[in-house]
């Protein structure tokens, strides 16, 4: 009887413990008829026009890393421009930054030239409609040249965070390069320039 109790004891203290792991273990896995919905993409929409974005992000940034170098001869002398102050490196920074985040947003499709249409300037040069109708048949050829832009950007971004001026300065002559190739494509492609007179006119007199 005395070992009938001890095995009846252990039988009922075997059954305690498994209850116990039973109820903290794993949940048996359910297949669900409703499996969780994707990740949606970000919502990327262009929300200014093409002439909006280059006015007040591309041209602003790169005219003001232009102008940030270089010599200019005046009636006063020449002067050599570069950042020389940390507050002057701190703007071209952020110059630089919004240039290059710009190349991004000029990659998003389905954006308006302009929102005041805008007729040719002279032989050769498209009209603003002319302008949309050749970015939306070469979207590729377009995200190309934005993205030469970008490549330049970077590089002047970097040269900024080493303050070397002479490579920011080599740097400007490349970001004209990438600008005038995205605007011989899709501004003027046969822009016809006047050729020089041979003769020209001898200066005014005073």
Known sequence: MRHNHRLTALLGMAMIAF??????????????????PALAAPPVE????????????????????WDATGSITTSAGTIDRRPRTDADWDALRRHAIV???STNLLVIPDRKVTDAPFP??????FSSAQIQQQ????RSEFNGLALGLRQV???????IDRRDVDALLQLGDAMDTACEACHRVNWY????????PRDPPPPAST
Do not use: F, K, Y
């Open 19 to 36: 209850t116990a792991c039973s109820a903290h273990g794993p949940a048996p896995s359910v297949a669900s008829d409703h499996p969780a």
């Open 99 to 101: 240039l290059l985040e």
């Open 135 to 138: 970015i939306d048949a070469n």
């Open 120 to 125: 040719s300037d002279g032989p050769g040069v």
């Open 46 to 65: 262009a929300l200014v026009t093409l002439q909006d974005l280059m006015l007040n992000e591309v041209d602003a940034s790169a005219d003001a890393i």
């Open 153 to 159: 950007a970077r590089a002047q971004l970097e040269a």
């Open 189 to 196: 492609p046969n822009e016809v320039v006047p050729a020089l």
